[in-house]
C-alpha cells in the first residue's frame, strides 16, 4: 500500500481555481492507479476523478468533466486535481486514493489506500 497526503485545498469563490495535491509514499506509487473522490456534509463520498499508473489513461465523473483535469508526476510521486470553474456544489472534502488496478468500478470499496482529505469550500 502506499501512504498519501492530499493538499492544497480553501476556500474559493465560485467560478475560481484550485489545485489539489496528493503526496504519496511507497515503493507502488509509480505502478499504482490514482483517484480523487470527494464527500460532501451527510452526502456518500462520489468519484471524481482516476488516472491510470501511467498518466495515459483518465476518467471523470460527469459533474466535474470539462472543469477538472487529474494529472500525476511518477518522478515525485505525487498526483494533482486541477480543478477550474468551481461551484458552490464542489464543496466537499476531497480524498486521495490508489489501488493497483484500473478496473471497471468507481466504487470507493475498491480502493484500499487512502488519504486523510482537504476541505474545498466554494462560495457563492
Known amino acids: 500500500q502506499v501512504q498519501l497526503v492530499e493538499s492544497g485545498g480553501g476556500l474559493v469563490q465560485a467560478g475560481g481555481s484550485l489545485r489539489l495535491s496528493c503526496a504519496a509514499s511507497?515503493?507502488?506509487?509509480?505502478?499504482?492507479?490514482m483517484a480523487w473522490f470527494r464527500q460532501a456534509p451527510g452526502k456518500e463520498r462520489e468519484f471524481v476523478a482516476r488516472?491510470?499508473?501511467?498518466?495515459?489513461?483518465?476518467d471523470y465523473a460527469d459533474s466535474v468533466k470539462g472543469r477538472f483535469t487529474i494529472s500525476r508526476d511518477n518522478a515525485k510521486n505525487t498526483v494533482f486535481l486541477q480543478m477550474n470553474s468551481l461551484k458552490p456544489d464542489d464543496t466537499a472534502v476531497y480524498y486521495c486514493?490508489?489501488?493497483?488496478?484500473?478496473?471497471?468500478?468507481?466504487?470507493?470499496?475498491?480502493?484500499?489506500?487512502w488519504g486523510q482529505g482537504t476541505q474545498v469550500t466554494v462560495s457563492s
Open positions: 486514493a490508489a489501488r493497483t488496478t484500473w478496473g471497471t468500478k468507481r466504487d470507493p470499496a475498491d480502493f484500499p489506500s
Open positions: 511507497g515503493r507502488t506509487f509509480s505502478s499504482s492507479v
Open positions: 488516472i491510470s499508473w501511467s498518466g495515459s489513461n483518465t
